[in-house]
């Protein structure tokens, strides 16, 4: 299984302007650092952009207008993303842990069981779930993007190398993703600490002008 397609690359480099390329590189970047950071307006925009070709193919079937049932049904998604991406990620998590199990020992009937122990799983580790995927899915972009535009600039065999070193890019695209991760970790305890550094600050603000105010009033009595 090759993470880097050579169909897909071919596809990105013969029809994708420099435009698209230059966006999915950009994209990348930002998913790959910043995903846990912008995650609702990432899980937002997929649920958006989802919703809206799922209602420009669905609506005609419905003896509705494309644009009709694409914009309402991108705006309904988009309104109800947040709110239900932690359903979603408890039927993952134990849709996972079944698969996972049947695959390990197919005899053990306790479908239940593992669903439920999975999908709790799944949202005690939302977070480092969403870092991992979110980097995941920006190393994709970088890669995909980066070797068309080489393609296209400096005239590189991307589909041809990609098909000889699928292993070499699979192993690459596995230790960046890791970098991306362990870099998002690192980004969202120090954001933390800032705010948990800040809190304090005011607090310690808070008590000197209670203080202050104390002192002022115990001498305004005595005088």
Excluded at 96 to 113: G, K, S, T, V, Y
Excluded at 120 to 149: K, N, P
Excluded at 158 to 173: F, H, P, R
């Amino acid at each position: 299984m090759h993470l880097i397609s050579p169909e897909i690359l071919d596809v990105a480099r013969s029809h994708f302007s420099f435009g698209v390329l230059g966006a999915g590189l950009l994209v990348g970047v930002l998913l790959w650092l910043f995903g846990w950071w912008g995650h609702r307006f990432w899980i937002v925009l997929t649920a958006t952009v989802g919703g809206g070709i799922l209602g420009l193919h669905a609506g005609p079937e419905y003896h509705l207008h494309p644009v009709v049932a694409g914009l309402l049904l991108a705006v309904a998604a988009g309104v109800l993303a947040l709110s239900l991406v932690r359903v979603f990620v408890f039927a993952a998590g134990g849709l996972a842990a079944w698969m996972i199990i049947h695959a390990l020992a197919p005899l053990w009937d306790q479908l239940l069981l593992c669903f439920l122990v999975g999908g709790l799983i799944g949202l005690l580790l939302f977070r480092f779930w969403t870092m991992a995927l979110t980097s995941f899915v920006g190393t994709i972009l970088l890669f995909y993007s980066g070797l068309a535009l080489g393609d296209r600039v400096w005239q590189l065999d991307s589909v041809g190398w990609a098909q000889d070193q699928g292993l070499t890019l699979n192993w690459t695209c596995a230790v960046v993703t890791l970098t991306g991760f362990v870099a998002q970790f690192f980004l969202e305890r120090r954001r933390i600490n800032k705010l948990r550094d800040k809190e304090d600050e005011e607090n310690e603000e808070h008590e000197r002008d209670q203080r202050y105010a104390r002192y002022r009033s115990s001498h305004r009595r005595a005088g």
